[in-house]
């Protein structure tokens, strides 16, 4: 009989989004017609913008002619969409990256699980908690964990709490670790981090020879012009980082798929002998080897995001789901509530009322006002006893959603 890989006999029972489907559905089953406000996982509801559409359909009108039909593209992505990036990105915030640094891909969420590929198996692992569920479970799979206790948490793995006491800033561990996963603006708690806070842990990886993974997906969700949007903002964080980017939440790309991951040349690791190596030609190798690339449709439609008129449409995106962030923040604020995120971020995260405990209260919220939310334990121990609430939906279904918890819980 056929050996299977056993770590993923590891993983809890069920990925934290697919268990919301199955009590949503479980719900909706047991309520025909019940009119559901889905305020959960993190999917853009606007279309996309139109500059990207109609660059899409000029490339799709290409692949008609044999004189402009493209078939395999370069893994990396082609080179006058990695020239946007890096030019409009990261030079023109004074970031020293270049576009042979930039590996397009099919969604930043792979490309965080992907990355493992490159690493051995005695590195030691920081991760935040509460933390983007992908992160750990990738680690488990690859066999980098051991078993979860009662509270989820995996032995090997090092975790760092965010708290309200923290502002749910990571903080930087007293002991070595070698790889580090960072998310700001994070996902769930919508925090952001300052530039004397990222320069703080590039001092420590610096240090220490470990090397920062950077989630920078809700980036373009930074309104404050003192914050980073970048890691590559700090100084010395070319020694240290990989930078993870999608056009998901700026651009509506969820369904389309289309990311990109920073790779600097100047970042090295220490081979089994003790030796320096550059991990730029590792992932390019294992790119080349495992991925075809990003197809010639969706990459121009992304390239579309950099004229000046898909900047315009991506900017009016922002401040939809920001305004909608806003109208979640003051009406679950004016209900008493502890409420964090949401300025800088698409996400609202909730002290639960009463003491109930998450998944308790996402039961309550989908009974009592047909809104599904995400439980704050599914991203880790510390998010016991929070919530998350997404502002990707339309106005009209944020405002009934908002409402609806008025009614329910309002004096």
Same mark, same amino acid.
């Given at each position: 009989m056929?050996?299977?890989n056993?770590?993923y006999?590891?993983?809890?029972?069920?990925?934290?989004?697919?268990?919301?489907?199955?009590r949503?559905?479980?719900?909706?089953?047991?309520?025909?017609?019940?009119?559901?406000?889905?305020?959960?996982?993190?999917?853009?509801?606007?279309?996309l913008?139109?500059?990207?559409?109609?660059?899409?359909?000029k490339?799709v009108e290409?692949?008609?002619?044999?004189?402009?039909?493209?078939g395999?593209?370069?893994?990396?992505?082609?080179?006058?969409?990695?020239?946007?990036?890096a030019?409009?990105?990261?030079?023109?915030?004074?970031c020293?990256?270049?576009?042979?640094?930039?590996?397009?891909?099919?969604?930043?969420k792979?490309?965080?699980?992907?990355?493992?590929?490159? +690493?051995g198996?005695?590195?030691?692992?920081?991760? !935040? @908690? /509460?933390?983007? =569920?992908v992160?750990?479970?990738?680690?488990?799979? $690859?066999g980098?964990t051991?078993?979860?206790?009662?509270?989820?948490?995996?032995?090997?793995?090092?975790?760092?709490?965010?708290?309200a006491e923290?502002?749910?800033?990571a903080?930087?561990?007293?002991?070595?670790?070698d790889?580090i996963?960072?998310?700001?603006?994070?996902?769930?708690?919508?925090?952001?981090?300052?530039?004397?806070?990222?320069?703080?842990?590039?001092?420590?990886?610096?240090?220490?020879?470990?090397?920062?993974? +950077?989630?920078?997906?809700?980036?373009a969700?930074? !309104? @404050? /012009?003192?914050? =980073?949007?970048?890691?590559?903002?700090?100084?010395? $964080?070319r020694?240290?980082?990989?930078?993870?980017?999608?056009f998901?939440?700026?651009?509506?790309?969820?369904g389309?798929?289309?990311?990109f991951?920073?790779?600097?040349?100047?970042?090295?690791?220490?081979?089994p002998?003790?030796?320096?190596?550059?991990l730029w030609?590792?992932?390019?190798?294992r790119?080349?080897?495992?991925?075809?690339?990003?197809?010639?449709?969706?990459?121009?439609g992304?390239?579309?995001?950099?004229?000046?008129?898909g900047q315009?449409?991506?900017?009016?995106?922002?401040?939809?789901?920001?305004?909608?962030?806003?109208?979640?923040?003051?009406?679950?604020?004016?209900?008493?509530?502890?409420?964090?995120?949401?300025?800088?971020?698409?996400?609202?995260?909730?002290?639960?009322?009463?003491n109930?405990?998450?998944?308790?209260?996402?039961?309550?919220?989908?009974?009592?006002?047909?809104?599904?939310?995400?439980?704050g334990?599914?991203f880790?121990?510390a998010?016991?006893?929070?919530?998350?609430?997404?502002?990707?939906?339309?106005?009209?279904?944020?405002?009934?959603?908002?409402?609806?918890?008025?009614?329910?819980?309002?004096?």
């Amino acid at each position: 009989m056929a050996i299977l890989n056993h770590h993923y006999l590891k993983l809890k029972a069920g990925y934290l989004f697919p268990e919301i489907a199955r009590r949503v559905k479980a719900f909706a089953d047991a309520h025909p017609g019940a009119d559901i406000i889905r305020l959960g996982i993190g999917d853009v509801t606007e279309p996309l913008p139109l500059a990207c559409r109609q660059a899409m359909i000029k490339a799709v009108e290409e692949m008609g002619s044999r004189d402009t039909f493209k078939g395999y593209g370069p893994e990396q992505g082609y080179a006058w969409l990695r020239e946007k990036i890096a030019q409009q990105d990261f030079q023109s915030r004074g970031c020293d990256i270049g576009a042979e640094e930039i590996f397009v891909s099919d969604g930043s969420k792979c490309d965080t699980g992907n990355i493992l590929d490159i +690493f051995g198996k005695d590195n030691v692992i920081a991760v !935040t @908690d /509460p933390v983007y =569920p992908v992160y750990v479970d990738t680690n488990v799979m $690859a066999g980098h964990t051991g078993e979860a206790n009662e509270g989820g948490e995996y032995s090997g793995l090092v975790y760092l709490p965010l708290t309200a006491e923290n502002n749910f800033t990571a903080p930087i561990p007293s002991q070595k670790v070698d790889l580090i996963y960072l998310c700001f603006p994070n996902n769930p708690t919508g925090a952001t981090a300052t530039k004397e806070h990222l320069q703080a842990w590039v001092d420590y990886a610096r240090a220490r020879g470990s090397i920062i993974f +950077f989630d920078a997906a809700y980036e373009a969700f930074i !309104t @404050d /012009p003192s914050l =980073p949007h970048s890691i590559y903002e700090i100084d010395g $964080a070319r020694d240290c980082a990989i930078e993870f980017r999608s056009f998901s939440k700026n651009a509506g790309f969820t369904g389309t798929r289309c990311a990109f991951t920073v790779v600097p040349r100047t970042l090295k690791a220490q081979t089994p002998d003790g030796a320096a190596a550059e991990l730029w030609p590792l992932w390019n190798r294992r790119q080349s080897t495992k991925f075809n690339g990003v197809s010639y449709v969706v990459q121009r439609g992304a390239e579309a995001v950099y004229s000046p008129e898909g900047q315009a449409q991506v900017k009016d995106l922002i401040q939809f789901y920001l305004e909608n962030a806003r109208l979640i923040r003051d009406e679950l604020a004016a209900l008493g509530w502890a409420v964090y995120g949401g300025v800088n971020a698409p996400y609202v995260w909730v002290k639960t009322p009463q003491n109930l405990s998450s998944w308790d209260f996402f039961d309550l919220l989908l009974d009592k006002a047909k809104v599904v939310g995400t439980p704050g334990s599914g991203f880790g121990a510390a998010g016991e006893g929070y919530f998350r609430i997404s502002a990707f939906n339309s106005r009209e279904k944020v405002q009934e959603a908002m409402a609806r918890l008025t009614q329910v819980f309002g004096a």
